[in-house]
Structures are given as structure tokens and as C-alpha cells.
């Protein structure tokens, strides 16, 4: 019997071993699938937080609609309306909106002026209605207003611009302006 014992004892230690071992490596190689799945996992999130935050840097903010209402009525009163920058957006506290915008004028001047309008959305019907209008220091007559609160229902149908403007610079040095786009080139044929 000893001999069998000990055939006994070595087949048994013999297949314990080969057991362990596997199983060991079995638990190393699914801890190691499991590492490099958190890595892939860890390494998406992070590339997908970081070309959202780059989205949103890039996507321009959006602005009330009555922003847009009197951004397009400043177009009607401004003779070049495509020189328009606006540079600044402050609600004022009896609930009126004012402009401050740059436009270049008739003789060619880049100047920059206030525009001024004050919007209350009707209860009954849900659109906008126009109280009243400022250019400059100017109120415009309570009939033109009139009229202008009967194309107020286009701006319901109809998509605004309602990108917010990015602010001028406070310093001078910053503010930079293309003085050269307006000049004539003039050639030199002597030199």
C-alpha cells in the first residue's frame, strides 16, 4: 500500500498544481482584459468631455429674441445695415434693451452710437409688442411705432440673428482697426 499511497499523493499534488496555476493565470489574464478595458473606457470619456468643452468654446452663444427683434429693427434705421457691429448688450431697468453698435455712415466715418428699444410680449396673442424706439437721444414718433408693431408678427415665422456679439476690447492698444481696406493701393511705376 505505501506504493499506491504515494501514487496517490503525486497524482493528486500533480493535478492540484497544474489546477492552481491555470486558475492563477486565468485570474491574471481577466485582470489584465479588465485593466485595459478601464483604460479604453477612462481614455474615451476623457476625449469625449474634451471635443465637447471645444464644441461649446467654439459654438457662438445665443441671445434673447427681443435682442434679435431689435437688432433687425436697428437694421431698418441705419443706412449701411452691413457695417453693423454690435458691441455691447445691456437690459436697462425699466425693462428696455440698449444697443451699443459701430456702423460706418455715409461720408465713410466709423462711428459707434446707441440704439435703444423697449419690448413687451402680449399676453393674448404671445408676440412681441414695441413700445418705443431711441436712436441716439431721439424717440421716434408714436406712428412709426405703431406701424412697426404690425411687422412684429414676422419675427414669430421668420429665424432671427441671435448670436451674441463679442465685446470690444476696454484698452486702446488692443483695438485693433483695418485702417489699409479702405485706402487705395496706388502703384509706383518710376521705382
Known sequence: ?????????????????????????????????????????I??????????????????????????????LLELFVPYPYSIYVSEIKQLRDGSLKLWYTHTDAFGEYRMEEFQ?????????????LLEIKMHKVYLEADKVKHLNNSLVYFREHPLILNWPAALPDSIAALHLDFDSARRIILNITK
Do not use: H
Open 117 to 129: 428699444c423697449k419690448l413687451i410680449r402680449n399676453s393674448k396673442t404671445g408676440v412681441m409688442e
Open 1 to 41: 500500500m505505501s506504493e499506491e499511497e504515494e501514487i496517490l499523493k503525486q497524482t493528486v499534488i500533480a493535478e492540484e498544481k497544474p489546477k492552481s496555476d491555470f486558475s492563477k493565470k486565468l485570474k491574471e489574464q481577466k485582470k489584465a482584459k479588465r485593466k485595459k478595458t478601464t483604460k479604453k473606457i
Open 43 to 72: 481614455i474615451l470619456v476623457v476625449l469625449a468631455l474634451f471635443s465637447y468643452a471645444i464644441m461649446w468654446a467654439l459654438k457662438p452663444f445665443k441671445a434673447s429674441e427681443e435682442y434679435g427683434i431689435c437688432r433687425s
